[in-house]
């Protein structure tokens, strides 16, 4: 599940990469609220590929965690974190109780 996860977030970032580059503003074939509107686009996909790579992060430390036996227990106190909270999130850390 948690490599399946990885490669979806994975493809994602990769689909969706040149969303995030730089708006040219060339003035002659756009009007101003038109390139506003770019740049707007632009900062909510770089936004969004910012947040894919921290869960790409976030699933490679779970992985990491099922490698060293350690998976599906909180890393602040050591108790199991519940299947219903690993289902909805695979990759979390914490318990209930850690959960920031």
Request: contains cysteine.
């Amino acid at each position: 599940m948690l490599l399946a996860k990885k490669q979806e977030v994975t493809d994602l970032l990769n689909a969706n990469a040149e969303d995030a580059a730089p708006v040219e503003l060339d003035q002659s074939q756009q009007g101003r609220l038109s390139r506003i509107d770019a740049i707007q686009q632009q900062a909510m996909a770089a936004e969004t590929q910012r947040r894919r790579q921290r869960d790409v992060h976030l699933l490679d430390a779970a992985l990491k965690r099922l490698d060293e036996g350690e998976y599906g227990y909180c890393v602040n106190c050591g108790e199991a974190i519940g299947t219903e909270r690993l289902a909805l999130d695979p990759a979390t850390p914490f318990c209930i109780s850690h959960a920031v």
